[in-house]
């Protein structure tokens, strides 16, 4: 059974970057539209960004242009560099892989075939 470990979570000062990676554990799974969601506090989990199998990349609109998703097939991993940090970027950061190769239109849970455990990323201001 697939499993998904991430890592790279932590607590930084506004304006700091840290890089989240996700290790998958069966190959074959980095060939499919791959996802990094979060959920803050009180709020409803989110998608961030999304890479499909083509490399092809999209992003939500509060992390545009401060976030890069990329993934690496030969170490099985896919990334999420986060730049200029918030501290409304404050959640737990889950790593996600969806059915298909090409990313659906939205986010949506029920397309999701595996998930993370999660990792904090804690931004103070």
């Known amino acids: 059974q697939v499993q998904l470990v991430e890592s790279g979570g932590g607590s930084v000062q506004a304006g700091g970057s840290l890089r989240l990676s996700c290790s998958v554990s069966v190959n074959t799974y980095m060939g499919y539209c791959m996802a990094w969601f979060r959920q803050a506090p009180g709020k409803e989990r989110e998608g961030v960004a999304r890479i499909d199998a083509d490399e092809r990349t999209s992003y939500a609109d509060s992390v545009k242009g401060r976030f890069t998703i990329s993934k690496d097939d030969a170490k099985n991993t896919l990334y999420l560099q986060m730049n200029s940090l918030k501290p409304e970027d404050t959640a737990m950061y889950y790593c996600?892989?969806?059915?298909?190769?090409?990313?659906?239109?939205?986010?949506?849970?029920?397309?999701?075939?595996?998930w993370g455990q999660g990792t904090q990323v804690t931004v103070s201001s």
């Open positions: 996600a892989v969806f059915w298909e190769r090409l990313c659906p239109f939205s986010y949506a849970e029920d397309e999701i075939n595996v």
